[in-house]
């Protein structure tokens, strides 16, 4: 990997391809994996995360839009995306793009049946998603009836899965509530392939359910965060390997005297000599002013540094004194040696929020130690 001189995401495709097979390693071998690579593959990028998973044998993609799905068959992905959010202006592309759509609503269902049905298609496969608790998206168990009446009034459509998602399977203080949504989706399947037959493919857990509720994978898992690195839960950090890491370079150092100022409305005020560093991000590249003030830290030489004043659109500053560094030396937000969880904990935000904010000016760099 050659030196770092500008602001960059260092995309680890290695470390994907570790977590795949750990989460691999956590279901049965017939079971079905959906990796999640919605929002630019977590922030990352879909297309070059989507194509290291379709090499590895992933079963399936999910993406949130049709216009994410869109992008990844442009880019040549041939395997089943899932588009988890369809909208009634995008149904028209998800059948010409062969995607599948997860239908949640009345009218979400009928308006792609017409949709369907006005592409002359047959036996179109797609999925239905039921709400048990999460009360986001998803048909209620007492819809059934209106379902079959629906997809019978046409071959246009055939059920190809059915799912849900669970709210809070990461803490184990909520399992009860886990356990009922597991049970509610348990008994909606049945109801389902009572009225429309058998369904090929039930799936409800997400990371944290994959590891701490494998005895409820159905036929098919999805997984988003866990294939970026993250199992939100301390027990499986040693397990999984952060694919990006954000990373840049000291611009300038400057010498403060005591009493002297930093930044935009002199945030920052000195209280003896200070010697501090300029780096090339700001919060249009993501890191917003919220990481300012002395809240966040970074990792200068393996110092932690914090991040002094006001955060600006380009540029921050961070404090290096008594660090032996030098213009140029490279600097981590998050990646080796500090987390995004770790990261984003000092604005009182997660991962989540933090990886999929990096704008796309930041440049993506790759590293694959097999590579497709």
Known sequence: MPDIHETVLEIDLGALEHNYRFLRSRIKPSTKFMAVVKASGYGSDALAIANKLVSLGIDALAVAYA?????????????????LHPQVGN????????MEPSLYSARILKGFHQAARKAAQEGYPVHLKFNTGLNRLGFWETDVRFIKEEIDASGALKIKGILSHLGASEDLDEKEFTQRQIALFSKIVEEVERSLGPIPLKHLLNTSGILNYPEA????????????????????D????PVVSLKTVISQLHRIEPGETVGYNRAYRADGHRTTATLPLGHADGIGRQYGQGKASVLVQGNQAPIIGNVCMDMLMIDVTGIDCKEGDEVILFGEGQSADQFASYAGTISYELLTGIATRVKRIYKDPNPL
């Open 67 to 83: 216009s994410e799905g869109i992008a990844l068959r442009e880019g040549g992905i041939r395997c089943p995306i899932l588009v």
């Open 91 to 98: 149904f028209d592309e998800i059948i010409a793009y062969e």
């Open 238 to 241: 040693p397990e999984l390997r």
């Open 217 to 236: 994978q159905w036929d098919m898992v999805r997984s988003g965060i866990g294939v970026y690195g993250y199992g939100n839960d301390p027990r499986f």
